[in-house]
């Protein structure tokens, strides 16, 4: 047994903190719980590892700990729990032995987070905090809200999770397309947030990437990661040297990740191969589409026509009714654009930005000036990242200086 | 004739569930009500509710089963707790339904259930 340095003791936690608490969740019922009890078996492991050595099974001493810990807490329960949900850890429930691996629950704490009974404002920064171990104060900027609102929608979640008895097991055929979608819309959530705070689209890929190890013959999963790929493979383009934002259009092919398109390119086709198209597979082919200019030197609008139609078929998001309209530009003109626009509803599209940006860029193609710097300050209104609004703030000057 | 008792209480009553203030009263209270009317021969059946947060609802929209969290409805009075009851009128039930130890928000909806075929 090596004397345990700090360094090596936090890699180890790093490594197996998801899988342990995810392990004590599945048992108990109580993610709560075996949080604070895995919390505290840390405490011990870095006491006890500093001076006693790192354990030759560290997951295994860990499990235990926490485990006892958890049995513990509940004996000492109040009266109030009396009339609560008994406990699911079981004596009889055996920690593996030395040396033995021990079983990745992970993927069942996903479902339990996407569960259609939890709150979906709680979804997606519970897998954040239970899964990745993020903690809440790092979340809560990320969904606009404070740590302690956020502390308290999770705990909620947790409670419910625990009290209502969500069941913990991967769902069976008939729910698992819906339960799935959720679990994926979860994830892109995540995604989504990184305008809001930096670093979330690399945690949306880590979660969107196991889902691809848990699930490798489910092509919405394997759809959802070639999306966050594609989308990855450009955020250097997406910004140029002076960290000022650069929009796709005006992008240098050059500049994008080829590997990384060529990697989503691959997730795509063994997809593919299931027959069975779904959002993601949707949005990351159109995604495709747009790499190919590093090829082409073109963007192929009639597939890309294709592709959007079939997505809003069946998933009419917002987002993607506005990329479309911003893509039928091309496709079929200004006018028909600005159709597709004009029947968004207006409380729907009131504060989202790339509605505003779009309409500012068809307006000013159909010559109102006036109309365009109206929008693209509306655009910079609603957009949350700095670098975006100055792209914004600085289109709505230069309508204004064409009007004169 | 058969009547459900629905005890519907606010987010102060739940609260006393679980306050250390409170908490021996209320469950003292509700203890006592169910000794109450088990002796007396009329309780058909009850049940005490988890609040309102634990809930999920079940519903359905252009063919579509939606499944969300929480109550059916966002208002301040919620189901805590039932009692099926066997009485010879409503006047009886309506006593039963005084009984109920009082706490903040408190209100008990009394209905006749359908009659058993």
Known sequence: MAQGDDAQIEAIVRRSRGRLLAWLAARSGDIGAAQDALGDA???????????????????????????????????????????????????????????????????????????????????????????????????????????????????????????????????????????????????????????????????????????????????????????????????????????????????????????????????????????????????????????????????????DTLYQGLLQSWPTLGARIAYAAALEHISGVPAAMRALGSLAAQDVRDFAPYWAVLAHLQEKAGEQDKARASWLEAARCTDSASTRQWLMARAVQSGDRQR | MKYTLMIHETAEGFAQREDAAHQKAYWEGTMAYVEAIRAAGVLVTGAGLMPPDRATSVSWRDGKRHVQDGPFAESRHQLGGLFIIDVESLDVALEWAARFPRRPGLIVEVRPNLAAD
Request: aromatic share 6%; charged share 25%.
């Open chain 1, 42 to 304: 840390l405490i011990d492991a870095l006491e006890s590892w500093r001076s006693a050595g790192i354990p030759e099974n560290p997951e295994a001493w860990l499990l235990t700990v926490a485990r006892r810990r958890m049995i513990d807490a509940h004996r000492r329960t109040s009266v109030r729990q009396a009339f609560a949900t008994r406990t699911l850890v079981d004596e009889a429930t055996s920690v593996p032995e030395e040396g033995a691996e021990f079983p990745d629950d992970r993927l069942r704490l996903m479902f339990v987070c996407a569960h259609p009974a939890i709150d979906s404002s709680a979804r997606t920064p519970l897998m954040l905090q239970v899964v990745l171990g993020l903690e809440v104060a790092r979340i809560a900027p990320a969904f606009a809200t404070t740590a302690s609102t956020l502390a308290q929608r999770l705990v909620r979640a947790k409670n419910k999770i625990r009290d209502a008895r969500i069941a913990w097991s991967v769902p069976a055929l008939a729910e698992l397309p819906e339960r799935l979608e959720a679990v994926l819309e979860a994830i892109y959530g995540a995604y989504v947030c990184e305008e809001r705070c930096a670093g979330m689209a690399e945690h949306a890929r880590t979660l969107a990437r196991l889902m691809a190890d848990w699930m490798p013959e489910e092509p919405e999963v394997l759809g959802l990661l070639a999306l966050l790929l594609h989308c990855e493979a450009r955020h250097a383009a997406g910004e140029d040297h002076l960290g000022r934002f650069v929009p796709l259009f005006a992008q240098d092919p050059a500049q994008w990740d080829a590997g990384l398109q060529q990697e989503a390119d691959g997730l795509l086709a063994v997809a593919a191969r299931e027959q069975r198209p779904g959002r993601f597979q949707l949005e990351a082919a159109i995604q495709s589409v747009h790499a190919r200019r590093r090829i082409s030197g073109r963007i192929d609008w009639s597939a890309i």
